[in-house]
């Protein structure tokens, strides 16, 4: 293959995206099994209180969304420096536009916020496992 036909490396700012689409990924695959064991621990939920229930349904439904929130700003972020064309050999160096900072800025806060709500959960479930009869 000639040097020509080589596609272009990518820039550092989407090896920095597609590294934290990862971490989602990995939160959401945790958050699966979650919601799993929850699922397999329903006798603890039965004699729990319903206040517990309730707050468990919250908070993983609230991590699912902030996690899936997370992984859309990336993505988003990612393709839009691609078609503005911010990779390439020519333009390495170029600053990234304020745009995609605050893009990034609100995945990072929704991303750690649903981590934080995924411990919430995980809390949860053991409350409920621990007060029952």
């Known amino acids: 293959m000639d040097k020509e036909e080589v596609p272009y490396p990518r820039s550092a700012a989407h090896a920095n995206h597609v590294r934290w689409e990862k971490f989602c990924a990995y939160l959401g695959a ?5 919601i799993l064991f929850g699922d397999l621990a329903k006798d603890a939920f039965a004699n ?16 699912g969304a902030a996690i899936g929130r997370a992984y859309w700003g990336f993505t988003h972020a990612d393709y839009e420096l691609s078609r503005a ?8 160096n170029l600053d990234t536009p304020g745009w995609v900072v605050k893009s990034e800025t609100m995945s990072f806060f929704f991303y750690w916020v649903g981590a934080a709500l995924l411990a919430c959960a995980t809390a949860l479930l053991f409350v409920a496992a621990w007060t029952g009869p």
């Open 30 to 34: 945790g958050l699966g099994g979650l």
């Open 48 to 63: 729990a209180d319903y206040t517990i229930r309730a707050m468990f349904i919250t908070a993983a439904v609230a991590a």
């Open 85 to 92: 064309g911010y990779e390439g050999p020519d333009n390495q």
